[in-house]
């Protein structure tokens, strides 16, 4: 199969964003901007392909700001023993994890984790007990991949029957791009209409795997 590139141009029936590195640039981020999107609008069912595992070994808190949906958080509960899962907690009882008098109390055998923005705004992740080396905790979460489209036709951690997906949101980008830049815009106009109902149309395909079976036929 054709790298993105090439298919994504194929669509808008030009080669011409193909010879110019800026607009190389421009289709990568079309389709990372269009690989977020959908992750974020997935059923629960096609979402856990996306996910990943974020290994924390000390007491610095997890950036979220590039992270997704968080799935589940485990940590090890001794040295040389094994994961378990982590309780989540309201961020009000996040300092109350630490006093042997509280009903909040954590521990290695029933951790905790919560999140909470720091005072710049930036969403955190914090388990108690403190991870360490030897006692690692585990954040299983959704990750968002970049894409370099002229290096490949299939992107990891994500599923496959979306992916066409992101070939037709980077074409509608780039055919907006043109229909701005040349002489006669009326000329794209027409392939991003078509372009826009195959991938709405796509969307709500993949919306309609996570509803319930009962609302299924209901809708019909």
């Known amino acids: 199969m054709a790298n993105f590139d090439v298919q994504i141009l194929d669509l808008v029936n030009t080669s011409e964003f193909i010879d110019n590195s800026d607009n190389q640039t421009a289709m990568d981020g079309f389709a990372t901007d269009a690989v977020k999107e959908i992750i974020n609008i997935l059923p629960r069912e096609l979402k856990i ?10 007491s610095t808190p997890m950036d979220l700001d590039a ?28 300092g109350s994890t630490e ?24 969403p955190k992740l914090f388990v108690k007990p403190n991870p360490t080396a030897n006692q690692p905790a585990r954040v299983h979460h959704v990750a968002f991949p970049t894409v370099d489209v002229s290096a ?61 079976k009962q609302q299924e036929q209901g809708a019909r």
Not at 49 to 58: F, G, P, Y
Not at 103 to 118: C, F, G, M, N, R
């Open 99 to 122: 006093d042997s008098s509280s009903l909040h109390k954590a521990s290695a055998t029933d951790p905790v984790y919560w999140i909470e923005s720091d005072t710049g705004g930036d």
């Open 49 to 58: 392909e996306c996910a990943t595992i974020t290994s924390l070994t000390s």
């Open 67 to 94: 992270a997704g949906k968080i799935f589940h958080v485990t940590r090890e509960n001794a040295d040389d023993g094994y994961q378990i899962g982590c309780r989540e907690i309201n961020p009000i009882y996040g």
């Open 152 to 212: 490949v036709s299939s992107i990891v951690n994500f599923p496959d029957e979306a992916e066409y997906l992101v070939v037709l949101y980077a074409a509608i980008k780039v055919a907006e791009s043109l229909m701005i830049s040349e002489e006669d815009p009326e000329l794209f106009a027409p392939i991003i209409s078509t372009l826009k109902q195959d991938y709405d149309k796509g969307i709500q395909m993949l919306i309609a795997q996570g509803m319930p």
